[in-house]
């Protein structure tokens, strides 16, 4: 880890606004379906039900062809209409659930909290429709969890990640309580347990009781070198947003996805389709065919290093890198900032700030190839992605040449270079979308309950929190976000199904294939450079 902060120092919490990034790789490639695949089986079992469906209303009445049936569902008093050429399986019938708004009039108690505690879809998992596996990079819950798999979590373990855990979040019985241990950068903590309280609304009466301890902080704490020996304690189970590859934090998707309102930063669902349809707007052939970045270069050194790669007089390294000036942009309302408007160069540049960045989403979601200067933290999603398939790798230390040979690759590889960038927006749009992202949190929670040891319990000092006891007290963006990103009702089909561990010769496969494109990467990067020296330019 590098500058490992201490958590108790005052650099603890000041850092970043666009903290930035994640770490290595891995893949896809293992074994399981991927989701389109199970997709595609699901929608194959639909078509063959309906298909049998049609063929025997047919035989049976030939008048079917010739007329309409007119099906009334229980609960709405229009008739509905449907084409029997297009039968819609009976469990399909459609009428739109009912909404749970928030309800802020009055003393804000977690007794007005109206919402229902039990599921839509049942307790008996086994009559639920087939579910989509989930994406690949669900498999590191597994990876995440495994420091706890032969012992479980005791009470012991959990109260000693207590030292830099801002919060102790318990969920008992479907309630929420929430015990505050020091404040967070911003609104990180309020965001995040927001999330946790909108899973509840998604699935409810489905999430097990639990306490878990969370860390607000950027940098990973919990040195597995410190629980490597035979006769150490086990490690301390603490969630946080990112991981390396020397920790065994646990991570959790961070609050940008329900908004970061500091910075104007809105929740991922809208902002998911801002993005797309700002990739519309300029095809990638007619985009700059240059690297951009836009950040704030001075939370980090390799950022700064990064600044020396501008186009200038004596150089052109292929990048257009700017300064982000947060403060000026506030005062002019974040016009400047707008993420969906600046998929506007075919090439952009992920770099680390002092941990992994919540603007990597941001940037992959261009369709622009994205070059990831090698990066040193990982979170919840990145460990999915791929060298060569869904971005291009940057050397750390020679950024300048790594970039300039990535965007003379590309142009001179117009297909695949454009290629890249449609993968790496594809894995955004439909392996990060929001319901993704609660799943996620479903199956890790679910995995991490059952490693208690100990009845979780109401912690002594906490305070039963619920949506409206949150959103009600807030103005501003903070309660424009999570109106915005409220759960309205529960979900109507389970989770995606959980993906199975990796085992040693397949997580084995799936590193040595990363590995192997970046070498092969790099040695196309060394053959053009001792080209260029030679031809002295
Ligand atoms: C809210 O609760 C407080 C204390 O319980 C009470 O004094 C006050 O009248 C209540 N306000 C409303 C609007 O109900
Ligand atoms: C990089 O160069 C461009 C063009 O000269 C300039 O507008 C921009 O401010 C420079 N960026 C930084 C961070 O100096
Ligand atoms: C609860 O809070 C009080 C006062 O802040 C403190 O003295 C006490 O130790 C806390 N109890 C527990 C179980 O954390
Ligand atoms: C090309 O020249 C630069 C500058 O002299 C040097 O740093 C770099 O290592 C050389 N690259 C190769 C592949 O020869």
Known sequence: MRNSPSKNGSGGHSRNFTDAFWSPFVNKSGAGISPNRSYALVSLFILLIVGAFISTRLLLDPTVLLEKETVTSPTETKPQTISPKYPRPPTVITKSPQEFILHCSGNQTTGRNSYPATASFGDDDSK??????????FRWIHEDLRPWASTGITREALERAKKTANFRLAIVGGKVYVEKFQDAFQTRDVFTIWGLLQLLRKYPGKIPDLELMF????????????FAGVNSPSPPPLFRYCGNEETLDIVFPDWSFWGWSEVNIKPWESLLKELREGNKRTDWVNREPYAYWKGNPLVAETRQDLMKCNVSEEHEWNARLYAQDWIRES???YKQSDLASQCHHRYKIYIEGSAWSVSEKYILACDSVTLLVKPHYYDFFTRGLLPAHHYWPVREHDKCRSIKFAVHWGNSHIQKAQDIGKAASEFIQEELKMDYVYDYMFHLLTEYSKLLQFKPEI??????ICSETMACPRSGNERKFMTESLVKHPAE???CAMPPPY???SFYAVQKRKQSTATRILQWEMKYWSKQNQTGS
């Open 128 to 137: 639920l429709p087939p579910t989509p596996t989930c994406p690949e990079y």
């Open 215 to 226: 860390d607000c902080v950027d940098w990973p704490v919990v040195r597995a070198a410190d």
């Open 331 to 333: 005062k002019e309302g």
């Open 459 to 464: 912690p002594l000092n906490a305070t039963e």
């Open 493 to 495: 089909t389970g989770p």
């Open 503 to 505: 085992d040693p010769a």
